[in-house]
């Protein structure tokens, strides 16, 4: 697995990694791994933590933690991370391979999981996609679509992860579950989040199909390399629910003001990548289906990744995201842009 950014070793609460205790583990648990001779955390993460472990005879494995501090039950669950590889390792869908994984905190200070290093690019900023032709964005942007229809054509109950999500209706589970974590974590009153939360909640849609949905499912979330998609990362969101979820949330970062993303900006607006509409007509020619509750999902999607951004603000004003630094003035500024935009999307056609 290839990562971009830069950082030093070092364990988020404070200090390096015990790599002594790491290494013991290793070898007990990751047969024919090399003894670990440093780690790195690689910087842009905003949520779990991964390492580049490199190892004496000169490969690479990747380990994934929670962040330091608490967080909400159900956040940040490393090992239903690793569950999930495990389940789409050697299916279509392209994934790192698993290693292993421990619950043991006394490792490492928390549980973690450890999984190949796949070579490659992760194109998570315009200027790096930037760097392709126009008709290699559009392969790739193509590409991108195909992965996922691919990804929800999969059977989760064949997979072992039937049981992923609890029954009832997608939709309005997750619109509880982020409303009330926003109420959960909001650090000031935004009447924009409320106001779409009313929205939604007018809007509802019934009971869909119930598809595996990866829930951050874009560009910067994959490894290029030769053309081609070589790994999905990034699994900690994933759920069984209604395909449009993942396509809704393309949908938005592709619409989203550009302040809100950041000098990075998304790559999938550059000229030579597919529009949004072409890629849902690929998405439908692909799977056979038209894309049902798309506005919706594309509006509880903005609300979701506003949630998530206060969530992210809040954890570096508390100082609990290790070494990373953060302009905190401009993760505050983002969450109420989102806002905003997330009550532009509840106000549209739903």
């Known amino acids: 697995m290839a990562l971009s950014g830069t950082g030093t070793p070092h364990n988020p609460a404070g200090g390096e990694l015990p790599m002594a205790r790491l290494q013991a583990w290793l070898a007990a648990n990751v047969p024919g791994t090399a003894p670990a001779a440093s780690a790195r955390l690689v910087t842009g993460g905003r949520s779990n ?30 090992l239903r991370e690793h569950r999930i590889l495990n389940a789409l390792h050697q299916t279509s869908v392209p994934v790192p391979a698993p290693l292993g994984a421990c619950d043991d905190e006394v490792v490492i200070g928390a ?26 964005r559009w392969q790739l942007g193509m590409e991108l679509i195909e992965v996922m229809a691919r990804l929800h054509a999969l059977s989760p109950g064949e997979h072992g992860l039937g049981d992923l999500s609890p029954p009832g209706v997608y939709a309005e589970r997750h619109l509880r579950r982020w409303s009330r974590q926003w109420d959960a ?13 009313r929205r939604l909640q007018a809007a509802v849609p019934g009971a869909a199909e119930r598809a595996l949905v990866h829930h951050d499912y874009r560009l910067g979330n994959v490894i290029t390399g030769g053309g081609e998609i070589r790994a999905v990362l990034d699994w900690e969101l994933a759920a069984l629910g209604d395909p449009a979820a993942d396509l809704g949330y393309l949908g938005v970062r592709m619409a989203v003001p550009a302040a809100a993303l950041g000098p990075p900006g998304e790559p999938l607006r550059l000229s030579g990548f597919p529009s949004f509409d072409q890629m849902v007509e690929r998405y439908e020619h692909v799977t056979g ?43 505050r500024d983002r969450v109420e842009i989102l806002a905003e935009f997330t009550l532009h999307c509840a106000s549209s056609r739903l």
Do not use: K, N
């Open 49 to 78: 933590l991964t390492y580049v472990i490199s190892c004496a005879d000169g490969t690479r494995i990747v380990l994934r933690r929670p962040p330091a501090g608490r967080w909400d039950a159900g956040a940040h669950d490393v």
């Open 111 to 136: 549980p973690f999981y450890v999984m190949e290093h796949v070579e490659g690019e992760v194109l998570d900023s315009e200027l790096q996609a930037g760097t392709y032709l126009p008709w290699q």
């Open 185 to 197: 974590q909001a650090t000031r009153d935004l009447p924009a989040v409320r106001e779409a939360v």
């Open 289 to 331: 289906r038209p894309v049902r509750g798309l506005g919706f999902h594309r509006a509880l999607a903005a609300l979701r990744w506003t949630v998530i951004a206060e969530g992210i603000y809040l954890r570096f004003r508390q100082g609990v995201m290790g070494s990373q630094e953060a302009d905190l003035g401009f993760l």
